[in-house]
Protein backbone atom coordinates (compact mmCIF):
# COMPACT_ATOMS: atom_id res chain seq x y z
CA UNK A 1 0.00 0.00 0.00
CA UNK A 2 1.44 3.27 -1.12
CA UNK A 3 1.57 6.15 1.90
CA UNK A 4 -0.31 9.03 0.62
CA UNK A 5 -0.57 11.31 3.84
CA UNK A 6 2.01 11.35 6.86
CA UNK A 7 0.81 12.75 10.05
CA UNK A 8 3.64 15.49 11.14
CA UNK A 9 1.72 17.45 14.03
CA UNK A 10 -1.03 16.80 16.22
CA UNK A 11 -2.59 20.23 15.35
CA UNK A 12 -2.36 21.52 18.84
CA UNK A 13 0.41 23.48 17.59
CA UNK A 14 2.94 24.93 15.11
CA UNK A 15 6.39 25.62 14.63
CA UNK A 16 6.74 29.08 13.74
CA UNK A 17 10.13 31.66 12.86
CA UNK A 18 9.23 35.07 13.23
CA UNK A 19 11.13 38.15 11.51
CA UNK A 20 11.03 40.18 14.67
CA UNK A 21 10.79 38.99 18.57
CA UNK A 22 7.38 37.50 19.52
CA UNK A 23 6.42 37.61 23.35
CA UNK A 24 4.93 34.47 25.63
CA UNK A 25 1.36 34.93 24.77
CA UNK A 26 0.91 37.43 21.57
CA UNK A 27 -1.73 36.13 19.27
CA UNK A 28 0.30 35.78 16.10
CA UNK A 29 -2.22 36.43 12.78
CA UNK A 30 -0.65 34.69 9.73
CA UNK A 31 -3.19 35.45 6.74
CA UNK A 32 -6.45 33.84 8.09
CA UNK A 33 -4.62 32.33 10.71
CA UNK A 34 -4.29 33.09 14.04
CA UNK A 35 -1.76 31.10 16.57
CA UNK A 36 -0.86 32.01 20.25
CA UNK A 37 3.03 32.06 21.27
CA UNK A 38 4.42 29.38 24.05
CA UNK A 39 7.26 30.99 24.83
CA UNK A 40 8.81 34.27 23.90
CA UNK A 41 9.98 33.67 20.04
CA UNK A 42 13.44 35.47 19.27
CA UNK A 43 13.20 37.25 15.59
CA UNK A 44 14.46 34.39 13.32
CA UNK A 45 14.22 31.67 15.64
CA UNK A 46 12.34 28.45 15.67
CA UNK A 47 9.16 28.85 18.32
CA UNK A 48 5.45 27.67 18.33
CA UNK A 49 2.22 28.24 18.54
CA UNK A 50 -0.17 27.08 19.71
CA UNK A 51 -3.34 26.37 17.32
CA UNK A 52 -6.18 24.23 19.18
CA UNK A 53 -5.95 25.68 22.67
CA UNK A 54 -8.06 27.57 25.42
CA UNK A 55 -6.77 30.91 25.83
CA UNK A 56 -7.73 33.82 27.82
CA UNK A 57 -7.88 36.94 26.11
CA UNK A 58 -8.90 40.66 26.31
CA UNK A 59 -12.36 41.83 25.20
CA UNK A 60 -13.93 45.60 25.18
CA UNK A 61 -16.33 46.17 28.15
CA UNK A 62 -19.37 48.46 28.16
CA UNK A 63 -22.71 47.99 26.41
CA UNK A 64 -23.10 45.16 24.29
CA UNK A 65 -19.92 43.61 24.97
CA UNK A 66 -21.15 40.41 26.26
CA UNK A 67 -20.67 37.88 24.95
CA UNK A 68 -22.75 34.02 25.59
CA UNK A 69 -20.90 30.81 25.47
CA UNK A 70 -20.08 28.80 22.09
CA UNK A 71 -20.48 32.35 20.11
CA UNK A 72 -17.71 32.64 17.22
CA UNK A 73 -15.22 34.96 17.73
CA UNK A 74 -12.98 37.43 15.77
CA UNK A 75 -9.73 39.18 16.70
CA UNK A 76 -9.53 42.91 16.03
CA UNK A 77 -5.93 43.39 16.06
CA UNK A 78 -6.37 47.14 16.57
CA UNK A 79 -7.00 47.58 19.79
CA UNK A 80 -6.33 43.61 20.40
CA UNK A 81 -9.28 42.31 21.37
CA UNK A 82 -11.80 39.35 21.00
CA UNK A 83 -15.24 40.47 19.06
CA UNK A 84 -18.49 39.09 17.83
CA UNK A 85 -18.16 41.25 15.04
CA UNK A 86 -16.96 39.53 11.72
CA UNK A 87 -16.09 43.15 10.78
CA UNK A 88 -13.35 43.26 13.48
CA UNK A 89 -10.73 41.34 12.63
CA UNK A 90 -9.88 37.02 11.78
CA UNK A 91 -12.07 34.45 13.23
CA UNK A 92 -10.41 33.03 16.14
CA UNK A 93 -12.80 30.45 17.67
CA UNK A 94 -15.61 29.76 20.10
CA UNK A 95 -16.17 31.61 23.40
CA UNK A 96 -16.39 28.38 26.19
CA UNK A 97 -16.88 31.08 29.21
CA UNK A 98 -19.54 33.31 28.45
CA UNK A 99 -18.19 36.55 29.99
CA UNK A 100 -20.63 39.71 30.86
CA UNK A 101 -20.09 43.28 29.93
CA UNK A 102 -18.06 44.33 32.83
CA UNK A 103 -15.86 41.13 31.85
CA UNK A 104 -12.16 42.34 30.37
CA UNK A 105 -11.20 38.81 29.55
CA UNK A 106 -12.90 35.99 27.83
CA UNK A 107 -11.91 32.10 27.47
CA UNK A 108 -12.05 31.34 23.68
CA UNK A 109 -11.31 27.60 21.81
CA UNK A 110 -8.98 28.35 19.22
CA UNK A 111 -10.11 27.33 15.80
CA UNK A 112 -8.60 27.51 12.62
CA UNK A 113 -9.56 30.26 10.29
CA UNK A 114 -13.17 29.47 8.39
CA UNK A 115 -13.46 28.93 5.04
CA UNK A 116 -15.29 32.34 4.22
CA UNK A 117 -18.75 33.76 5.21
CA UNK A 118 -22.01 33.62 2.88
CA UNK A 119 -21.63 37.21 1.80
CA UNK A 120 -18.33 35.83 0.72
CA UNK A 121 -20.19 32.73 -1.80
CA UNK A 122 -22.75 35.17 -2.99
CA UNK A 123 -20.64 37.54 -3.98
CA UNK A 124 -18.29 34.89 -6.11
CA UNK A 125 -22.20 33.67 -7.34
CA UNK A 126 -22.66 37.17 -8.85
CA UNK A 127 -19.16 37.04 -10.87
CA UNK A 128 -20.08 33.94 -13.10
CA UNK A 129 -21.22 34.91 -16.27
CA UNK A 130 -23.51 32.85 -18.70
CA UNK A 131 -27.27 32.48 -19.30
CA UNK A 132 -29.24 29.86 -16.90
CA UNK A 133 -32.96 28.81 -17.05
CA UNK A 134 -34.56 29.83 -13.61
CA UNK A 135 -34.70 25.69 -12.92
CA UNK A 136 -31.04 25.62 -13.80
CA UNK A 137 -30.03 28.66 -10.98
CA UNK A 138 -33.15 26.94 -8.34
CA UNK A 139 -30.64 24.22 -8.69
CA UNK A 140 -27.53 25.92 -8.28
CA UNK A 141 -29.17 27.24 -5.50
CA UNK A 142 -30.38 25.04 -3.79
CA UNK A 143 -26.77 22.86 -4.04
CA UNK A 144 -24.85 26.20 -2.59
CA UNK A 145 -27.06 26.47 0.52
CA UNK A 146 -26.50 22.62 1.14
CA UNK A 147 -23.11 22.81 0.96
CA UNK A 148 -23.08 26.14 2.97
CA UNK A 149 -25.42 24.97 5.84
CA UNK A 150 -22.81 21.54 6.21
CA UNK A 151 -19.70 24.10 6.24
CA UNK A 152 -21.61 26.03 8.94
CA UNK A 153 -23.05 23.30 10.84
CA UNK A 154 -18.88 21.50 10.89
CA UNK A 155 -17.80 24.46 12.06
CA UNK A 156 -15.47 25.32 9.40
CA UNK A 157 -17.96 28.12 7.95
CA UNK A 158 -19.62 31.30 9.86
CA UNK A 159 -22.16 33.41 9.07
CA UNK A 160 -21.27 37.55 9.48
Known sequence: MTLIAET????????????????????VAINQFLGVAKLDIPANKLGALHTFHVVRVPKATGAGTDIAFGTNLFWDVDPG???????????????????????????????????????????????????????????ISTAVDAILTALKNAGLMFSA
Do not use: E, W
Not at 12 to 25: L, M, Q
Not at 125 to 130: D, K, L, Y
Open 8 to 27: VSDGKHFDYTPNADVSAGAI
Open 81 to 139: VASKTAADGRHMGVCVNAASVTDAFVDVMLRPAAIGTAANVAALAQTIGGTYSQTQVQA
